[in-house]
């Protein structure tokens, strides 16, 4: 015995918001509404453990559930007055899947359940309107022929175009009650036709078929499709919410629509939506007729407002609206329906935003006094923020303006034209930039709408599939943009005497709705404003300290730009690849003798003491990691035979030698080889100079700013104690011999990277000569997974796909193994050196569940690529503040 079954509004409130585990995301809320004393049609919903229970026991229902759905069921009639099945006062209800959080991917809904030949008589009695009825009966049938039977809808299409035809009428809206009485006929032949058995008529059998329905669809390959883009787990399961209906459709005075408490693209506080007047739910988002504005300020001259038409109802709304975010604390994505000018709420969720909407409601809501500071920093999903760091189109480039739609989802994309979902994707794992085209999206579309670039469709609203996923997912999408005319079999689509063919190039304005021929450049962002102040938030709240990976002054100038206080990792290497240096790195690999080695050191020289004066210049005076050469000397030489040709030209040397040294130099498993400080350790000349630009670097800018940077040298892929104090010893000499040159000393230390598991277990030993480490989980996860970082993408997806890794540990931080391994060498380090820097400079560094391990770790720093500083501050701010727990001292 459990109980499995939950009531709202009927008599009795047993679920609330927090239970939305237990109930779903749409139940819970539907009883904290009737809770609230909000106007809400009675209803029940059978638990998401009824779900579970359902797939671990062969589609079974438990014993007992019947039962309790009787007498939920008992309670809502008797709240209504009507009966369900009754041929005179038939009660009908509403089914619905309410998983955890809102899955597009699922069956959504059957409406007018509990009618049939009887009962559709007994709804036009009481209605007093016979249309509306029919109307209602074929609805029916045909949401449930198709969600809850599975027979194609262009079935049900075809027979209300032959019904149109046949009374000479082009909308659906001049059939009359017989018409539509014909359609009834006409749909329940085709569903004998198809099932070979009659459509069900009897009311308990149509409610079990929904339910069954809703729970089956948990498991179609749509919804396992997009819980495994979201990370939803399998077994949380769906509830179903059965509720009594009203309607929106019953005539003049009534009306439905889908709104958000605040504007979801903008976050402006403004009430924001679209309502239909005599219309039932699907039809606002099915875009065949044209919603209408909420308020009045946001309707056009030839639109009229539910503030106009629907005043008293409006009014009402309006104070829903004030009652729903001060209850909710935040935005509310709401549905309603007015029946013979009476309220009704249907659903209220907090609402998804774009990025900049989440910025400007948290800064909104914390100035207007509901939520506080703290709050507002935890209300911003930090990888939302790449939203707002995307490029935007440069106002100053020309353009060619193909047609103007909807702004559903801001942000700029350019790419080339595929019409189908599959199509995108099968071209964009190839890496091109495609934007997906579609007469409209529907949940089927959406690995697609991930693989592209932007999306564009030309029929629905701000409410639409496209819109609402595009939002969430952070892509631009122009939608409804009604003057374009795709033409999937010709491949084309047009506006205005202009075509465009698969596979050319567009250009979309998600924050306009403008669409361009051709590719029209983007520029940078700027932050400021909401951002400004919640990052100002975020850091009043983290511990952590955020730095970048960076070597180019371009990459150093965007990084301070964000924030990064400090550069945590240069990569050296990536500075010896320039034009003008490249020869220089090239003779000193080729040549055999360490004079040949040191003449083309000196070389590069005055460029790594460059390199080195504009990072020190940029960062004034923010900590600067500087990494020693890494990678194995081979990956410099070309690898083509005719490259290797030209390169032995140039540098004056013998072909056939140099085709011998690269030869020697390669090696079967680079990665494990020859690299780090094992190249430091046999080719000292190499991190002399680099030891040598740095210090030099650092004595000019003292003198000439007053002021001396304090340069972190660290040393790659160091697994002995003894390599470090080699390696540290050569810094030192040099260090000596540069200040004695310069006649003044600078400050530096010397650290390493822990990127090897023997490191991490003998940090102890290590830490002795080490001022600093800094966690390489980059190699460290190959290392400790045994997985080549250049290999593991053939098969890693798999393992992800499979749930044999929960996700892929080069993106976040495999907590139990690397993790543990970071642990360990913080204990060990700090156990010898209470001290010792921390910080992390692998791809995790800007990945927020990885910054939350640091956090609990207790490391000092994050370093991440540029673009990602800001994502990284919120991270660190969000993981101080539930509680991460990091201490210096632990
Ligand atoms: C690492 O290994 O994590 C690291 C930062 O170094 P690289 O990626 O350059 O090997
Ligand atoms: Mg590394």
């Known amino acids: 015995?459990?109980?499995?079954?939950?009531?709202?509004?009927?008599?009795?409130?047993?679920?609330?918001?927090?239970?939305?585990?237990?109930?779903?995301?749409?139940?819970?809320?539907?009883?904290?509404?009737?809770?609230?004393?909000?106007?809400?049609?009675?209803?029940?919903?059978?638990?998401?453990?009824?779900?579970?229970?359902?797939?671990?026991?062969?589609?079974?229902?438990?014993?007992?559930?019947?039962?309790?759905?009787?007498?939920?069921?008992?309670?809502?009639?008797?709240?209504?007055?009507?009966?369900?099945?009754?041929?005179?006062?038939?009660?009908?209800?509403?089914?619905?899947?309410?998983?955890?959080?809102?899955?597009?991917?699922?069956?959504?809904?059957?409406?007018?359940?509990?009618?049939?030949?009887?009962?559709?008589?007994?709804?036009?009695?009481?209605?007093?309107?016979?249309?509306?009825?029919?109307?209602?009966?074929?609805?029916?049938?045909?949401?449930?022929?198709?969600?809850?039977?599975?027979?194609?809808?262009?079935?049900?299409?075809?027979?209300?175009?032959?019904?149109?035809?046949?009374?000479?009428?082009?909308?659906?809206?001049?059939?009359?009650?017989?018409?539509?009485?014909?359609?009834?006929?006409?749909?329940?032949?085709?569903?004998?036709?198809?099932?070979?058995?009659?459509?069900?008529?009897?009311?308990?059998?149509?409610?079990?078929?929904?339910?069954?329905?809703?729970?089956?669809?948990?498991?179609?390959?749509?919804?396992?499709?997009?819980?495994?883009?979201?990370?939803?787990?399998?077994?949380?399961?769906?509830?179903?919410?059965?509720?009594?209906?009203?309607?929106?459709?019953?005539?003049?005075?009534?009306?439905?629509?889908?709104?958000?408490?605040?504007?979801?693209?903008?976050?402006?506080?403004?009430?924001?939506?679209?309502?239909?007047?005599?219309?039932?739910?699907?039809?606002?988002?099915?875009?065949?007729?044209?919603?209408?504005?909420?308020?009045?300020?946001?309707?056009?001259?030839?639109?009229?407002?539910?503030?106009?038409?629907?005043?008293?109802?409006?009014?009402?709304?309006?104070?829903?609206?004030?009652?729903?975010?001060?209850?909710?604390?935040?935005?509310?994505?709401?549905?309603?329906?007015?029946?013979?000018?009476?309220?009704?709420?249907?659903?209220?969720?907090?609402?998804?935003?774009?990025?900049?909407?989440?910025?400007?409601?948290?800064?909104?809501?914390?100035?207007?006094?509901?939520?506080?500071?703290?709050?507002?920093?935890?209300?911003?999903?930090?990888?939302?923020?790449?939203?707002?760091?995307?490029?935007?189109?440069?106002?100053?480039?020309?353009?060619?303006?193909?047609?103007?739609?909807?702004?559903?989802?801001?942000?700029?994309?350019?790419?080339?034209?595929?019409?189908?979902?599959?199509?995108?994707?099968?071209?964009?794992?190839?890496?091109?930039?495609?934007?997906?085209?579609?007469?409209?999206?529907?949940?089927?579309?959406?690995?697609?709408?991930?693989?592209?670039?932007g999306i564009l469709t030309t029929r629905g609203g701000m409410t639409s599939h496209a819109a609402v996923v595009a939002r969430g997912m952070g892509r631009p999408c122009v939608a409804g943009a009604g003057g374009v005319t795709v033409d999937y079999n010709g491949q084309t689509l047009s506006s205005g005497g202009q075509t465009v063919r698969a596979g050319e190039t567009i250009t979309l304005d998600g924050a306009s709705g403008e669409v361009f021929v051709g590719a029209v450049p983007m520029i940078e962002p700027k932050l400021s404003g909401d951002f400004a102040t919640l990052m100002e938030w975020a850091d009043q709240s983290r511990r952590l300290r955020v730095r970048a990976n960076a070597e180019t002054p371009l990459d150093a100038e965007t990084a301070r730009k964000f924030g990064a206080e400090g550069i945590g990792l240069c990569r050296t290497e990536h500075m010896f690849f320039d034009p003008d240096r490249i020869g220089a790195v090239r003779q000193m690999i080729m040549s055999e003798t360490e004079r040949g080695r040191r003449e083309a050191l000196a070389r590069l020289l005055p460029f790594q003491r460059k390199d080195f004066l504009d990072l020190f210049r940029i960062m004034a005076g923010l900590p600067i990691t500087i990494r020693l050469l890494d990678p194995p000397l081979h990956e410099f030489l070309p690898h083509r035979e005719e490259d290797l040709a030209e390169v032995a030209e140039a540098l004056g040397a013998d072909p056939a030698a140099m085709k011998r040294r690269a030869a020697d130099l390669a090696e079967a498993n680079p990665m494990l080889g020859h690299r780090g400080c094992r190249l430091g350790i046999s080719y000292p000349e190499i991190y002399e100079m680099q030891a040598r630009a740095i210090f030099e670097a650092a004595i000019e800018t003292a003198k000439s700013t007053g002021k001396a940077p304090v340069p972190e040298i660290m040393i790659p892929l160091v697994a002995t104690k003894r390599e470090l104090e080699i390696t540290r010893a050569q810094v030192e000499r040099m260090a000596k011999a540069v200040f004695a040159e310069a006649g003044m000393e600078v400050e530096y230390q010397v650290g390493t990277m822990i990127e090897l598991p023997r490191a991490a277990l003998c940090a102890d030993a290590i830490a002795e000569p080490a001022d600093f480490f800094s966690f390489g989980t980059n190699d460290l996860t190959q290392t400790v997974f045994g997985l080549s970082r250049d290999d593991a993408g053939k098969f890693l997806p798999l393992y992800v796909e499979q749930g044999i890794l929960p996700k892929d540990p080069f993106v976040s931080i495999d907590i139990d193994g690397v993790g543990a391994l970071v642990r360990i060498a913080k204990e060990k380090g700090r156990g010898v050196k209470p001290e010792l820097k921390l910080g992390i400079c692998g791809e995790h560094g800007g990945d927020p569940a990885s910054i939350q391990f640091c956090e609990e770790a207790g490391l000092d720093y994050v370093s991440c690529s540029p673009y990602r500083v800001p994502v990284a501050r919120l991270a660190a701010a969000q993981a101080a503040l539930s509680g991460g727990g990091g201490d210096r001292t632990a």
């Open 1 to 453: 015995m459990g109980k499995w079954v939950y009531s709202f509004g009927a008599g009795r409130n047993e679920g609330k918001a927090e239970m939305r585990n237990l109930l779903g995301g749409k139940g819970a809320n539907l009883a904290e509404m009737a809770s609230i004393g909000l106007p809400v049609p009675p209803g029940f919903t059978i638990t998401t453990e009824v779900c579970t229970w359902f797939y671990d026991h062969g589609k079974k229902y438990p014993e007992d559930l019947r039962a309790q759905v009787d007498e939920a069921l008992a309670r809502v009639e008797e709240t209504v007055g009507n009966r369900f099945g009754d041929a005179k006062r038939p009660l009908l209800v509403s089914v619905r899947s309410g998983a955890r959080v809102s899955m597009p991917g699922m069956m959504d809904t059957v409406l007018n359940l509990g009618l049939n030949d009887q009962t559709v008589e007994g709804l036009e009695a009481a209605s007093g309107d016979s249309r509306f009825a029919w109307d209602s009966y074929r609805r029916f049938i045909q949401m449930y022929g198709s969600v809850v039977l599975g027979i194609d809808h262009h079935r049900f299409e075809e027979i209300i175009e032959d019904a149109k035809l046949a009374a000479n009428a082009t909308e659906d809206t001049a059939l009359t009650a017989r018409d539509w009485r014909g359609v009834v006929d006409g749909y329940k032949a085709m569903v004998q036709e198809v099932r070979g058995e009659p459509f069900p008529q009897d009311p308990q059998d149509q409610l079990w078929g929904a339910i069954g329905a809703v729970f089956g669809s948990w498991m179609n390959p749509r919804a396992n499709t997009y819980r495994r883009l979201h990370d939803i787990p399998a077994d949380w399961g769906t509830a179903v919410n059965v509720q009594a209906m009203v309607f929106g459709n019953m005539g003049e005075d009534c009306a439905t629509g889908v709104c958000f408490t605040r504007d979801p693209s903008t976050g402006e506080d403004i009430f924001y939506g679209e309502y239909l007047i005599n219309a039932q739910g699907e039809d606002v988002v099915a875009g065949i007729r044209t919603p209408q504005p909420m308020s009045e300020a946001r309707a056009k001259p030839d639109e009229r407002s539910m503030e106009k038409a629907m005043p008293a109802a409006y009014a009402e709304l309006v104070k829903v609206r004030e009652t729903l975010e001060r209850h909710y604390r935040d935005m509310q994505d709401i549905e309603f329906t007015v029946q013979q000018n009476k309220l009704y709420m249907l659903q209220t969720r907090n609402g998804k935003r774009t990025a900049a909407a989440s910025l400007k409601i948290a800064v909104d809501m914390a100035a207007e006094g509901l939520i506080d500071r703290k709050e507002a920093v935890n209300r911003v999903a930090p990888s939302s923020l790449d939203q707002l760091l995307h490029p935007m189109l440069d106002p100053e480039a020309p353009r060619k303006l193909f047609s103007k739609g909807l702004p559903a989802s801001p942000g700029a994309a350019c790419g080339v034209v595929v019409f189908s979902a599959d199509e995108a994707e099968a071209r964009a794992n190839k890496g091109e930039a495609v934007i997906l085209v579609r007469i409209e999206t529907s949940p089927e579309d959406i690995h697609g709408m991930h693989a592209a670039r």
